[in-house]
């Protein structure tokens, strides 16, 4: 394959942010006067997006939108406490600056920004994109196309790295090869993937 560009997940594929927003978690629920939850438990909720973590850490019934927008602040507000890049990532990166690397994350855009210049990651990429930056997030196929006319470079040249579902899916959909990453904290479940790495330093390997 003429791989021309790389496009990433950023939770789960290249920084292990699960500790922080189990943290978060807790915070929340402390806030609402709930016992916390246990570390594994908390962590069993990341991987679906934030909307999924927030209803499953509270009492069947109780979730409204404003427990998202309180989780979502309490969150920003200790971001990288706990959150670090993935081994083999920066050498994955710096290997490859030669090529358009994105970032297509369905976190909201300003967490990933900041995520990203906190942990000193953001400057190999050209363009960033969450999940409100576009009309539609991914599993839609609409953030993949995006980026790619955005990179100018066909989708069928790009490859999608990530470590859930929503990746694989929206790869397909746009006509992009994809690389499952099995060291995040999201599931493949039925999805379709080109490849997949067991862990990050698997990358560079596989696409050297």
């Known amino acids: 394959m003429d791989i021309q560009a790389f496009l990433f997940d950023l939770d ?7 500790h922080d927003l189990a943290s978060a978690v807790n915070r929340l629920r402390h806030h609402l006067d709930l016992p916390p ?11 679906d997006g934030a909307t999924k973590l927030v209803q499953r850490a509270l009492p069947e019934g109780i979730y409204q ?3 998202l927008t ?11 406490e706990q959150s670090r890049c993935y081994h083999g990532i920066r050498e994955f990166l710096h290997h490859h600056r030669a090529l358009p690397l994105a970032v297509v994350s369905n976190k909201p855009h300003h967490l990933a ?3 990203l210049e906190q942990l000193d990651l953001i400057k190999p990429f050209s363009l ?4 409100d930056s576009l009309s539609e997030k991914k599993p839609h196929p609409l953030p993949i196309l995006y980026a790619a006319k955005q990179l100018n470079i066909d989708p069928q040249h790009c490859v999608m790295i990530g470590d859930h579902h929503t990746d694989l899916y929206s790869a ?5 090869a994809s690389c499952f990453c ?3 904290f999201g599931q493949a479940a039925a999805a379709p993937m080109t490849w997949s790495v067991n862990n990050a330093d698997e990358l560079l390997t596989l696409f050297p």
């Open 128 to 131: 960033i994109l969450g999940g």
């Open 12 to 18: 789960g594929t290249l920084i292990n942010s699960a």
């Open 113 to 115: 920004v900041a995520l």
């Open 182 to 184: 099995h060291y995040g």
């Open 65 to 67: 939108a404003e427990h």
């Open 172 to 176: 397909q959909a746009a006509g992009c």
């Open 37 to 47: 939850l246990d570390q594994h438990t908390a962590l069993s909720f990341v991987g």
């Open 70 to 80: 309180l989780f979502l602040h309490l969150y920003e507000q200790h971001l990288v």
